[in-house]
DNA sequence: ATCTCTGCAAACCATTTGCACGCTT
DNA sequence: AAGCGTGCAAATGGTTTGCAGAGAT
């Protein structure tokens, strides 16, 4: 391991290379939960970042977290998912522009690398006039595959059924 | 008026038809919840129906306002647009597949049609196996013009000054 | 008679906030 | 010495929930 580190380690160094690069002190806590953000593989939310970092460091608040996730998102190192009916927020290490599709049933979360969406991005800044930053993630809603062959009898989602499986309040 | 109706009347009433083709009643409350929801020109809040039809029935209850909403979106009557970093949830009566742009700074949001958003969704539907029913809002998020001009220094976002200027807890 | 819908009001709980202490610069 | 960052713990407040009564079918 000399040129090339584990996916994990360079993500991890990323991080903190962004925190670095606007001044901000890497200080212990903000390692592990950039650490703890590079360790999870999917869409980690707060409560799950809190978690990890907290195995490592027992003392460590809930709103240091919050500040460093926040602190992260705004110097555009990881965008917030903002899911519409989940309790937690999410966050997403690939700031690529891309689209994320959310399932109402299990509340799985799939990253989708669609070629148009950075067009889109652009055609919207220009006939808007806003000046749109990615840090927040595009999200589209339906129903996974599994769910679909699971729940055989619902296939859209006015069914008067069991919604929702995993979630809930908000 | 024998053939057209004003855009606040149709509205109102396409509302009320897809709740009674569901099997829904259509008890007065809800006439009155999709009369304000019509009668609002941008994206209203549940906490702005709310008031509007308190107005007309000051007996009505925040729960029967969120069990319509919910009801309407579950029936794809209405959008739900659920904004990062918004305290409340806005709701588009624009259901046509369409971008919604939320400024950072003064909240607003902008509706755009862009072409290729149905290629889009279409194209997320395919290649990831879910069923796409776009019943909450696709949302981007960036500095709308006017801040963009008004807070001259702040271009981006990594600013450190004022962010958001209207709302923001969550 | 049955079932849906509404009003009421308490409960929920993720997120936010204020302050004081500690550590870095 | 000055300031950023953290821990702590309480507050916040939009949204949800349970239940009983009213109204529709």
Redo the contacts between chains.
């Keep these: 391991m000399s040129t090339a580190a584990s996916p994990t380690e360079t993500e991890t160094a990323r991080l903190l290379r962004v925190l670095e690069a606007?001044g901000k002190r890497n200080t212990a806590q903000r390692v592990a939960i950039c650490r703890a953000l590079a360790a999870h593989p999917g869409h980690p939310t707060v409560a799950e970042v809190f978690a990890s970092v907290r195995e490592e460091f027992p003392m460590m608040s809930q709103a240091t977290v919050y500040n460093t996730l926040e602190t992260l998102r705004?110097?555009?190192a990881i965008i917030?998912l903002?899911?519409?009916?989940h309790d937690h927020?999410h966050y997403d290490l690939d700031v690529r522009p891309h689209?994320n599709?959310v399932?109402?049933h299990c509340e799985n979360i799939?990253d989708?690398h669609?070629e148009?969406?950075t067009?889109?991005?652009e055609?919207?800044?220009a006939?808007?006039?806003?000046?749109?930053?990615?840090?927040?993630g595009?999200?589209?809603?339906?129903?996974?595959?599994e769910c679909?062959s699971g729940f055989s009898d619902l296939?859209?989602?006015?069914s008067s059924g069991a919604e929702q499986s995993a979630g809930g309040r908000r």
Excluded: K
């Design positions: 606007a705004e110097l555009g917030q903002d899911i519409a009916n927020i689209v599709v399932c109402r799939a989708l669609i148009s969406v067009a889109l991005i055609e919207a800044g006939r808007s006039g806003f000046e749109i930053n990615h840090t927040a595009l999200i589209l809603y339906g129903v996974c595959p679909r296939g859209a989602e006015q």
